[in-house]
């Protein structure tokens, strides 16, 4: 058993220091808002494509993935079939919509179908669920700091939060892209190590570590049960894993700002489309690093399943090997929450403060908000991060979060099919449809969630807001004609 060295706190110092101000100096020729959250449309697509991964996995699949097969099997990677099929709709469907105008939000193209209200209505509902899901992100980063230093969460979850928002204040989105595809090279390093090391820890290596999961079933990835309260199956995977990813990357601001970045449909087309079989080989890789781990410790049982790779990282690896990995631990958690303060400032600004004060995107006083507006919520998403501590002991972060995001999803994305599908659908009947949607799948999570799984909730509130905004729109619509 090793300790966290002087040597690993040098790789992790350097490390932590050099992206911080690589990332400020990014963002030195920025003038006008479309630079600073759109990197003026001119970021390669496999940049991109990257930038995506890192974003929507981030510290959730370093710490959590592992812990999530640790403690059952590698049936999660059945909603990667579904994070594959549901990008591919949205390349198809929505993505040309965004790109018929200059649109420099996912809201944006509510607004042409349906209205400036409708456009705000979504944008709010991004926030707070981005504000919510993003802070448990930010938890689960602090653990291996917290772990190292011995310092209270509250205090790690500080320190991470204001490096990440130095680069992201002066960098923008230019920064964010760039620093995320050196952080998701990092943190899949960190992976790869970690693999190489449990073959040489592991009596029998990888051989004897899938050999003695397979007897206890622990391999087994494909479930074809249609129990809704079993979370992880084919069916769940699928259906549910493609509506959540149509939401996500369709309606998410946080992923839809980047595909906003590339320069034509076509590259944004491919960005989308391969961070889906890019996420397949990333969740794979650790669902297997968290089924070494279950040999390594002999099923050891740990008070929360983010701890598992954090504490191996740090008490098993060699000294200056646990630096880099915990290097990589935060370069998942920067890369994310730069993504998120990124993407809530840019809602807001251009959601909210530009149309209000009548400024274009192009504005230089549009900059100058969104570097306010940055400031405002990465002060939001450490306060909640630290809220959370006391809540944390029962769940995965990477479900908590997931289950965050879920609960209005369904919602949002009813939305964009009834504005693309529905051309009888008013605003006012857009947003009933979203509130019945997400108001259905919040009370299943209230009163009955052993009843209904949390990857059935997109589907089931994108069906409810799209039916219901449906009839209540063909309704006003033939009292109107009438």
Request: aromatic share 12%; hydrophobic share 55%.
């Amino acid at each position: 058993m090793t300790a966290f060295t002087g040597l690993d706190l040098t790789v992790l110092v350097l490390y932590l220091g050099g992206v911080t101000l690589w990332g400020a100096w990014l963002g030195r020729h920025q003038r006008t808002g479309t630079d600073y959250f759109l990197g003026n449309r001119e970021l390669p697509w496999g940049a991109v494509l990257l930038s995506v991964v890192a974003t929507e996995t981030s510290t959730l699949t370093f710490l959590s993935i592992p812990g999530v097969s640790y403690f059952g099997t590698l049936a999660f990677l059945q909603l990667t079939l579904g994070y594959l099929a549901g990008r591919i709709v949205v390349a198809s469907l929505l993505l040309p919509s965004y790109y018929r105008g200059e649109l420099n939000t996912a809201y944006a193209l509510l607004e042409t179908r349906f209205g400036t209200g409708t456009r705000r209505f979504a944008s709010g509902i991004f926030m707070i669920t981005r504000l919510l899901a993003d802070s448990v992100r930010l938890f689960a980063t602090a653990i291996p700091l917290a772990l190292i230093t011995g310092w209270p969460y509250s205090l790690s979850i500080g320190i991470i939060g204001v490096l990440t928002l130095v680069y992201t204040y002066f960098g923008g989105i230019r920064a964010v892209v760039w620093v995320d595809v050196l952080q998701m090279a990092l943190y899949l390093l960190g992976a790869v190590v970690a693999f190489a090391v449990l073959q040489t820890l592991v009596t029998g290596g990888w051989g004897g570590i899938l050999g003695s999961a397979a007897a206890e079933g622990k391999l087994a990835w494909l479930d074809f049960s249609a129990d809704p309260a079993v979370p992880y199956t084919f069916w769940a995977g699928l259906l549910g894993g493609g509506f959540l990813s149509m939401a996500s990357h369709g309606t998410d601001q946080l992923i839809v700002q980047r595909l906003l970045t590339c320069k034509d449909l076509r590259s944004s087309q491919k960005a989308l489309i391969g961070s889906g079989l890019a996420v397949i080989v990333q969740f794979a890789l650790f669902l297997l690093v968290g089924i070494g781990l279950w040999a390594f410790y002999e099923g050891h049982a740990f008070e929360r399943p983010d701890e598992i790779f954090a504490l191996f990282i740090i008490e098993e690896l060699p000294a200056g090997v646990t630096g880099l990995l915990i290097a990589g631990v935060f370069a998942a958690a920067m890369s994310s929450l730069s993504s998120s303060i990124n993407s809530l400032a840019s809602a807001t600004a251009y959601d909210f403060w530009a149309p209000l004060r009548g400024k274009s995107a192009d504005d230089g006083g549009t900059l100058r908000a969104g570097r306010l507006f940055t400031l405002v919520w990465a002060g939001l998403l450490i306060g909640v991060a630290i809220l959370y501590i006391p809540m944390s002991e029962d769940a995965a972060a990477v479900e908590v979060a997931l289950t965050i995001a879920s609960l209005v999803y369904g919602g949002l994305l009813g939305a964009f099919f009834l504005g693309v599908l529905v051309p009888r659908v008013d605003q006012r009947s857009v947003i009933f449809g979203m509130l019945a949607g997400i108001a259905t799948v919040t009370s299943i999570w209230l009163f009955i969630p052993h009843l209904v799984g949390w990857p059935w909730f997109v589907l089931i509130g994108f069906v409810v807001t799209f039916l219901v905004g449906t009839v209540f729109g063909r309704n006003r619509s033939e009292v109107a004609s009438r």
